[in-house]
């Protein structure tokens, strides 16, 4: 799928998109055009069915301006009551960035935290629910990115629902390619962003809120800009944003979206990612490499491979050689373990996997080091 002159980023986000997803941005927006106006309703709606659910039932999408970190934020200050009690499932940075989010912001939180290599202990959390009554709401990351390992989404929905628990999931790094229905997990918001498995620009996030919880949040949220309540409803009012809206990105996402459903939506966005993975830890492990997490417990969206040994390897050097070869790779961001990541999601199919993998033995060979 190469068609430029740019690498493939084989990274959590941005990642590579597609020319037609780029072509879409060549043009200019009021924030009041009709056509405009249309636009950010068709993107809500579009928003709406990747999450299983339609315009006009219990849910409602809500659009914000900014990275994904802004519409997390925005969803734990603007849903969490000041006397509630957010519990935040945490296995990795972006966890920890959420219980951050809710100290900065003055939100009694507790934090659950298992080891990076380890999926939400789920016996751990039933009694965690059980023992604290002041717990109002809970926080799941779905994937978490710091390693790439898959959360028990389900599990988790049933034992918050079970506990009577408002759910707020962050799925920035899955939603789009793996299978998340909210009305019938259930959870009150899923969170993400633009720029990750629907493969759009970055500029934009979003929360599916159930409307119920949405109207009860007005003035919760302690700042202007990121207020959802007051952002839902001028947008519901006007049909358009508060504050400048990402007029471009909206339009590549619009596009993007219009493309996850010719390619037959989650389960054919999912399908292809699999793919993609499966071809990265073949060629891979094919090579001498080790993955951080067990299959099981693996997305197919991003691998952590272990860093080799050899005191030949250092990622900066491997890092340039591989992007001179057209492969942006990410860094590791484990605590513990040195680490690399590759990303399996954006517009890359199982071929410019398998030249990946190939470049990656290339510059093996280069730098002369061996994995043992
Ligand atoms: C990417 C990501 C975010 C948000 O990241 P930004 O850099 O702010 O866009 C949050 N949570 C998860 C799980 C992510 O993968």
């Given at each position: 799928m190469t068609d430029q002159n740019s690498p493939l980023l084989l990274t959590p986000g941005p990642l590579t998109t597609a020319p037609e997803t780029r072509d879409a941005m060549l043009r200019d927006w009021g924030s009041r055009d009709t056509a405009f106006i249309e636009l950010t309703a068709r993107v809500r709606r579009r928003l709406l069915a990747v999450a299983g659910v339609e315009e006009g039932g219990d849910f409602t999408c809500v659009p914000l301006q900014g990275a994904g970190t802004f519409i997390i934020e925005a969803a734990i200050t603007s849903l969490v009551p000041t006397d509630g009690k957010l519990l935040v499932l945490v296995n990795g940075a972006y966890g920890e960035r959420a219980a951050k989010i809710c100290a900065l912001a003055g939100r009694a939180h507790a934090v659950l935290a298992d080891e990076e290599?380890?999926?939400?202990d789920t016996d751990a959390l039933e009694r965690a629910l059980a023992e604290d009554a002041d717990i109002t709401h809970l926080l799941i990351?779905?994937?978490?990115t710091t390693s790439g390992i898959l959360n028990p989404l389900e599990e988790t929905a049933a034992i918050a629902a079970a506990h009577g628990t408002s759910l707020i999931v962050?799925?920035?790094?899955?939603f789009g390619a793996l299978p998340l229905d909210i009305a019938a997990l259930p959870a009150d918001a899923v969170v993400a962003s633009a720029?990750?498995?629907?493969e759009g620009v970055p500029g934009v996030g979003f929360a599916i809120v159930r409307t119920s919880v949405l109207e009860g949040?007005?003035?919760?949220?302690?700042t202007l800009s990121l207020d959802l309540h007051d952002q839902w409803t001028y947008m519901e009012k006007?049909?358009?944003?508060?504050?400048?809206?990402?007029t471009h990105v909206l339009a590549a996402l619009d596009e993007a979206l219009a493309r996850h459903e010719a390619e037959g939506s989650v389960a054919g966005r999912g399908a292809r990612y699999r793919r993609n993975c499966d071809v990265l830890l073949e060629g891979m492990r094919a090579l001498g490499f080790e993955t951080y997490l067990g299959d099981n417990v693996q997305a197919p969206i991003i691998v952590t491979f272990k860093e080799p040994?050899?005191?030949?390897?250092?990622f900066e050097e491997f890092y340039r050689r591989l992007h001179d070869r057209g492969f942006a790779i990410y860094p590791g961001k484990l605590t513990k373990a040195p680490s690399f990541r590759i990303g399996c999601?954006?517009?890359?199919?199982a071929s410019d996997m398998a030249r990946a993998v190939a470049a990656v033995g290339a510059v093996m060979d280069e730098m002369g080091f061996r994995l043992t």
């Open positions: 290599s380890a999926p939400t990351v779905h994937c978490e962050d799925a920035m790094s899955s720029n990750k498995c629907l949040s007005a003035g919760n949220a302690g006007s049909g358009q944003w508060r504050f400048t809206p990402p040994a050899d005191p030949k390897y250092d999601i954006g517009h890359l199919d």
